[in-house]
């Protein structure tokens, strides 16, 4: 096991990441409409990776495989972290998120924010992230719940 810095190469295994994980573990909370709004099949590899590259990303390796990614930028936004369906629950989301926050106390941060989805929700919780607001999110012509959530670090 591993946690190393996002490299472009990753782009691909993290975008298929996200799209299966999305489509099965969040499928409990959200319709088939809002997943497809949220992970759809046509993602803009190269806006992702842009993305990746100017925010801390970091990739969770077991068994040379890519299970997890998170990322976050200088002011404390933690923008995504999402762990593969197969290996939820076994501490990876932790160690991503311990990372993360790490890092910023660097930049002075005093707090970290994030926007989380009903599934991630208790996580962030157990976390110590406290909800600011429920929001309606558009994706696509879809409305997707989710949480604003703010810890103090």
Sequence with gaps: MSIRRYESRDCNDIIKLFYDTVH???SKDYAEDELNAWAPKDIDISLWDKS???NYTIVFILDNV??????????GYLDRLYIHKDYQRRGIAKKIVDNLECYVKKFGVDYIT??????AKPFFERMGYKIIKEQQV??????LTNYIMKKHI
Excluded: M, P, Q
């Excluded at 997890?68 to 002011?75: K, L």
């Excluded at 558009?138 to 409305?143: A, D, P, V």
């Design 66 to 75: 890519i299970v997890g990614f998170g990322d976050i930028n200088e002011t």
């Design 114 to 119: 994030t926007e989380a989805s009903i599934t």
């Design 24 to 26: 099965t573990i969040n």
């Design 138 to 143: 558009e994706k696509r012509e879809e409305y």
């Design 52 to 54: 990746f590259l100017k």
